[in-house]
Every structure is written in structure tokens, then in C-alpha cells.
Nanobody, 121 residues
Framework: QVQLVESGGGLVQAGGSLRLSCAAS?????MGWFRQAPGKERDFVAT????????SYADSVKGRFTISRDNAKNTVYLQMNSLKPEDTAVYYC?????????????????WGQGTQVTVSS
């Protein structure tokens, strides 16, 4: 089973930027980023196909976040710009055994441990 490790979270002021990374222990297929705020469900953020030529975003992050990947490094990234306090959450990366991305939690079989992102106002 592929292990996923997220990094890059932290505390940032509103309007700032962070870049999250998700390193996989082996080859992965389609990947996704999700986030979970305290007391809330885990929500979809972004997904990318195995080839990287297809991406999808939640409406709340469209135009501010960019998902990308480097298959040579088995790593997926989430560039987050113009951060808002409502972006505060634990961010998780996930992998699924399909080349096509997906937007629902149940479509992913492998999850990282999460990285905290806190945006102050």
C-alpha cells in the first residue's frame, strides 16, 4: 500500500500563500486534496489525473489554488494563494487506483495523515 506524507502546512496571514506537498512511497494514480475543519466533514478541494492533464477544483478555491504533480518524484502539490480565514483546516492528500480524478472521499483508498493550515485574519 502506498504511503502518503503531506508537508508545507503552517500559519499564514490572510492574503498570503502556502504550498503543500504530498510525497508518495510509490507510484500513484489520480490524486486529490481534501480538507477538514473542526466539527465539519472532510471536503473536496482539488483533484488531478495521473497524467496531470486534467484537474478539477471546488468552487470555493477556484482561481486561488492550483494542483500539480511531478510523477518522477511521486509528489503532488497544492499551491494556495490569496488565503482566507475560512481556508483554515487540516489538509489531506489522497490517492485512488484510477487514472481519473474524483471529487468524493469514498473514491479514494489511500490517505495521508494531514497537515494543518491556519489562516489568521
Amino acid at each position: 500500500q502506498v504511503q502518503l506524507v503531506e508537508s508545507g502546512g503552517g500559519l499564514v496571514q490572510a492574503g498570503g500563500s502556502l504550498r503543500l506537498s504530498c510525497a508518495a512511497s510509490g507510484r500513484t494514480y489520480a490524486m486529490g486534496w481534501f480538507r477538514q475543519a473542526p466539527g465539519k466533514e472532510r471536503d473536496f478541494v482539488a483533484t488531478i489525473s495521473w497524467s496531470g492533464d486534467s484537474t478539477s477544483y471546488a468552487d470555493s478555491v477556484k482561481g486561488r489554488f492550483t494542483i500539480s504533480r511531478d510523477n518522477a518524484k511521486n509528489t503532488v502539490y497544492l499551491q494556495m494563494n490569496s488565503l482566507k480565514p475560512e481556508d483554515t483546516a487540516v489538509y489531506y492528500c489522497a490517492a485512488r487506483r484510477s487514472g481519473v480524478g474524483a471529487t468524493t472521499v469514498s473514491m479514494y483508498g489511500n490517505w495521508g495523515q494531514g497537515t494543518q493550515v491556519t489562516v489568521s485574519s
